[in-house]
């Protein structure tokens, strides 16, 4: 089982449905993702999900943290590289979506299998300036403000040193990932792409996401949903149905698109 797969959580056992790899947003791990199968078959999705465990995080908060989006991606495309040969959708959210977006350019480039599609959520089109929450080198507080101003740490958890020691080292590495980023391609991708934007999102708008449109070779819609930079957890529910909406007509495919 490669380490890339939680075994904490629902999804890694080998499954013949359309798999959905789900990839964290920063500061983010594999929990993220905890109650989606069950939200997710309420409404007949099709579809396996499979949180993505990236290492320095939750059961992986040992191992090194990668802050090269390149070396990550050399890395994850060869630890996943058998389960991505099976059917599957690729989503992510935010830092979720580079992530996302990258191993797919990464496996057209080398004439690896394809998703049947790509679901990217909250993320500037990679020709874009990647977005910025803060410096990862500004202090506790700048950095603290600029997660709680986009509601990626809930105000309950502010009384808690030990959860705010734990999510900055990861939270700034991961900004320096997304910032080193130089993901802009020329050449369309050939899986379908279909996006998601928070309406009331401060850090990526709505015209951000639709410029992905330039990124589509087989196709592209883009979808808003009420809320701001973390819509998928402030309203999951109806995020859910629209995922959901989108997964069943690839769940029922029988080849790959």
Same mark, same amino acid.
């Given at each position: 089982?490669?380490?890339?797969?939680?075994?904490?959580?629902?999804?890694?056992?080998?499954?013949?449905?359309?798999?959905?790899?789900?990839?964290?947003?920063?500061?983010?791990?594999?929990?993220?993702?905890?109650?989606?199968?069950? /939200?997710?078959?309420?409404?007949?999705?099709?579809?396996?999900?499979?949180?993505?465990?990236?290492?320095?995080?939750?059961?992986?908060?040992?191992?090194?943290?990668?802050?090269?989006?390149?070396?990550?991606?050399?890395?994850?495309?060869?630890?996943?590289?058998?389960?991505?040969?099976?059917?599957?959708?690729?989503?992510?959210?935010?830092?979720?979506?580079?992530?996302?977006?990258?191993?797919?350019?990464?496996?057209?480039?080398?004439?690896?299998?394809?998703?049947?599609?790509?679901?990217?959520?909250?993320?500037?089109?990679?020709?874009?300036?990647?977005?910025?929450?803060?410096?990862?080198?500004?202090?506790?507080?700048?950095?603290?403000?600029?997660?709680?101003?986009?509601?990626?740490?809930?105000?309950?958890?502010?009384?808690?040193?030990?959860?705010?020691?734990?999510?900055?080292?990861?939270?700034?590495?991961?900004?320096?990932?997304?910032?080193?980023?130089?993901?802009?391609?020329?050449?369309?991708?050939?899986?379908?792409?279909?996006?998601?934007?928070?309406?009331?999102?401060?850090?990526?708008?709505?015209?951000?996401?639709?410029?992905?449109?330039?990124?589509?070779?087989?196709?592209?819609?883009?979808?808003?949903?009420?809320?701001?930079?973390?819509?998928?957890?402030?309203?999951? /529910?109806?995020?859910?149905?629209?995922?959901?909406?989108?997964?069943?007509?690839?769940?029922?495919?029988?080849?790959?698109?």
């Amino acid at each position: 089982m490669t380490r890339y797969l939680s075994r904490k959580l629902p999804g890694y056992e080998p499954d013949p449905v359309t798999r959905l790899f789900c990839f964290p947003y920063a500061g983010g791990g594999a929990s993220a993702y905890r109650r989606w199968q069950r /939200g997710l078959d309420a409404h007949d999705a099709g579809v396996r999900v499979m949180p993505v465990q990236l290492p320095g995080r939750e059961e992986r908060f040992d191992q090194p943290r990668f802050t090269d989006l390149e070396a990550l991606i050399d890395d994850m495309d060869a630890q996943l590289d058998e389960e991505l040969a099976e059917p599957h959708i690729l989503y992510g959210h935010s830092m979720g979506a580079l992530i996302a977006y990258s191993l797919a350019r990464r496996r057209q480039s080398r004439g690896a299998a394809l998703p049947r599609a790509l679901v990217l959520s909250a993320y500037r089109a990679p020709h874009l300036p990647a977005p910025a929450i803060a410096d990862p080198d500004a202090g506790d507080e700048e950095l603290i403000a600029g997660l709680v101003a986009l509601g990626g740490i809930p105000q309950a958890l502010l009384d808690h040193p030990e959860f705010l020691s734990a999510l900055l080292p990861v939270a700034r590495d991961d900004l320096r990932l997304c910032l080193g980023s130089t993901a802009a391609h020329t050449e369309p991708l050939r899986v379908p792409l279909h996006l998601f934007a928070g309406r009331g999102d401060r850090l990526v708008t709505v015209s951000e996401v639709l410029s992905w449109r330039r990124h589509a070779g087989r196709g592209c819609d883009v979808r808003t949903m009420p809320g701001g930079h973390f819509f998928v957890r402030s309203d999951e /529910g109806a995020f859910l149905r629209e995922l959901a909406s989108l997964t069943r007509r690839y769940a029922s495919e029988r080849v790959a698109v």
